[in-house]
């Protein structure tokens, strides 16, 4: 193996220690346009795209990837701006990991909306929740029962009308009053709050066991 340690791009989707106790690795803030070549060009053993910026700060573009690729160093994509890259690459070699990619690759998600979502630049930590773990969590209650199939769609198409910064559960329950069943609502708040339905994480977790493996 070498000596040099992958380069991971990661931000609110894991934290880092959870990370590091996966794979030992240069962790890095959400990529931005030019640091994924950048990093290519320091020839590490693999580069691990998980998070990247939105809005105001340029994201590396589909050609970047590209040259980064034709570097010859592996790069793997998950989660976030890693799983919509991916989908884009994956033709050129770009490794794609996850639920996320597959729903992107299968066109069951088809809006970067669905993985976006606003963090603090302090410390990384999310402060909005994205529509991709809304829908995980809505589709397990839908599971077990506690809410109905034509309910979760509802709740969906509320959720797709908020602005990503201010999707939350909170806001989505708020909107959701007079549309949903009050005790479904109730009931689908406790299930949330009880349990782990961060399909983000999850994945991010992937992309780090696929990228042990690989090394």
Same mark, same amino acid.
């Given at each position: 193996m070498s000596a040099k340690k992958p380069i991971i791009f990661?931000?609110?989707?894991?934290?880092r220690a959870e990370a590091r106790a996966l794979l030992e690795a240069d962790y890095r803030p959400p990529v931005r346009r030019g640091d994924v070549l950048a990093a290519a060009r320091e020839a590490p053993p693999l580069i691990g795209i998980i998070d990247g910026v939105f809005m105001h700060t340029l994201a590396p573009s589909p050609r970047e990837v590209l040259q980064a690729?034709?570097? #010859?160093?592996?790069?793997?994509g998950s989660s976030s701006l890693g799983a919509l890259r991916a989908v884009e690459l994956e033709p050129f070699g770009m490794v794609g990991v996850g639920r996320i990619f597959e729903m992107f690759k299968r066109r069951e998600l088809i809006a970067d909306d669905e993985v976006a979502l606003v963090f603090s630049s302090e410390d990384l930590r999310a402060l909005s929740e994205p529509l991709v773990n809304i829908r995980h969590a809505l589709a397990a209650? *839908?599971?077990? #029962?506690?809410?109905?199939?034509?309910?979760?769609?509802?709740?969906?198409r509320v959720a797709r009308g908020i602005y990503f910064p201010e999707r939350s559960y909170r806001r989505?329950?708020?909107?959701?009053? #007079?549309?949903?069943?009050?005790?479904?609502?109730?009931?689908? *708040? #406790?299930?949330?709050?009880?349990?782990?339905?961060?399909?983000?994480?999850?994945?991010?977790?992937?992309l780090l066991v696929e990228a042990r493996r690989r090394l």
């Open positions: 990661l931000g609110p989707c894991l934290p690729i034709e570097t #010859g160093v592996p790069i793997l209650a *839908e599971r077990a #029962g506690l809410i109905s199939g034509a309910e979760r769609r509802r709740l969906i989505l329950f708020r909107e959701a009053e #007079g549309r949903v069943r009050p005790e479904a609502l109730a009931a689908l *708040e #406790g299930f949330v709050r009880s349990g782990d339905h961060d399909l983000k994480a999850s994945d991010a977790r992937a």
